[in-house]
């Protein structure tokens, strides 16, 4: 596609829930970040990943959080037992390289939690 | 660690006024600096970027200069436009990083007829 796609745009879940966050890179981007936002604050690393593999997870709050990259291309970030704290902004971001510093990021995801 | 902070906001201005939005980060070695900027409904998008001291990134009229003596790396524009209202963020990256960049909390800007 011409940019990256997240999908769903929005998702209500219940305290407790499992959720999957979808998202679509730019196609031949090899480098594919996820990042979240919670009200109010800036952007939060998450994990990235360098093709299907990711060397960096050390932004992952907790192992109720997982995430998983296939075909160097979709990645899925899974969140286990969501909690109330988990409610923010999941922005994903792609860019040609790892070591290319301008990521394209997609719309993000708006998950909250009640 | 490596850490950016901004100025808070939300920023009104009226049109042609002119526009400072403070960024001060502190980091090992030399990291790169960059602004970001979301315009309503969309996704963050690369608006200028500096990657070593005295550089001047440049772009759509605004400007950041790398101050390495100070550690900022403050987002100026002359006149501002109605279309220039978005959320600004400031970021660092540095080489050994693998390109993850680093954000302060954004700084929403708003212009006014």
């Known amino acids: 596609g011409a940019g990256v796609s997240q999908s769903p745009s929005n998702k209500v879940t219940e305290k407790g829930k499992d959720v999957e966050l979808r998202c679509d890179p730019i196609s031949g981007h090899t480098a594919l970040y996820w990042y979240r936002q919670r009200l109010g604050q800036g952007l939060e690393f998450l994990i990235y990943f360098q093709g299907n593999s990711a060397p960096d997870k050390s932004g992952l709050p907790s192992d109720r959080f997982s995430a998983e990259r296939t075909g160097e291309s979709v990645s899925t970030l899974t969140i286990q037992r969501t909690q109330q704290e988990d409610s923010a902004v999941y922005l994903c971001?792609?860019?040609?390289?790892?070591?290319?510093?301008?990521?394209?990021f997609g719309s993000g995801t708006q998950l909250s939690v009640l | 660690g490596n850490s950016v902070t901004q100025m808070e906001g939300p920023v009104t201005l009226s049109e042609e006024a002119f526009l400072t939005i403070n960024c001060t980060y502190t980091a090992t070695g030399y990291p790169s600096l960059f602004w970001y900027v979301q315009y309503p409904g969309e996704g963050l998008q690369l608006l200028l970027k500096a990657t070593k001291a005295d550089d001047k990134g440049s772009n759509k009229g605004f400007e950041a200069t790398y101050r390495k003596e100070t550690t900022s790396f403050h987002l100026e524009k002359g006149s501002v436009q109605v279309s220039d209202s978005a959320v600004y963020f400031c970021?660092?990256?540095?080489?050994?990083?693998?390109?993850?960049?680093?954000f302060g909390q954004g700084t929403e800007l708003s212009v006014k007829p």
């Open positions: 971001a792609s860019s040609t390289q790892v070591s290319n510093e301008k990521l394209f």
């Open positions: 970021a660092l990256s540095g080489g050994n990083q693998g390109g993850k960049l680093i």
